[in-house]
Nanobody
Framework: QVQLVESGGGLVQAGGSLRLSCAAS????????MGWFRQAPGKEREFVAV????????YYADSVKGRFTISRDNAKNTVYLQMNSLKSEDTAVYYC????????????????WGQGTQVTVSS
């Protein structure tokens, strides 16, 4: 069973950058598709980005395309989300998630989740 721990969240001004990390343990990261999701207060959890097992394929939500970059280092068992040009609407708790079977944008298809890290963007 994979355990996931996110870090790197915080308070940043609009236009700034943050890099989130997701450290995995208890499993071999290259066996898993990794996704980032976020949930703002009063809203449903939404897809942000996904990366395939070895990083060949990446997909993004339209709202973050061109600003966010997902990457992974399987040797370090870590997945990253580089967030640039942050906007106030990016404020949310960000979660990383893992699943084995497919590259998916659907949260319900992910088997393992971290506890989340708060990102707050001030305008």
């Amino acid at each position: 069973q994979v355990q996931l721990v996110e870090s790197g969240g915080g308070l940043v001004q609009a236009g700034g950058s943050l890099r989130l990390s997701c450290a995995a343990s208890g499993g071999i990261l290259s066996n898993y598709v990794m996704g980032w999701f976020r949930q703002a207060p009063g809203k449903e959890r939404e897809f942000v980005a996904v990366i395939s097992w070895r990083g060949v394929s990446t997909y993004y939500a339209d709202s973050v395309k061109g600003r966010f970059t997902i990457s992974r280092d399987n040797a370090k068992n870590t997945v990253y989300l580089q967030m640039n040009s942050l906007k106030s609407e990016d404020t949310a708790v960000y979660y990383c998630a893992a699943e084995k079977s497919r590259v998916s944008r659907r949260a319900y298809e992910y088997d393992y989740w971290g506890q989340g890290t708060q990102v707050t963007v001030s305008s």
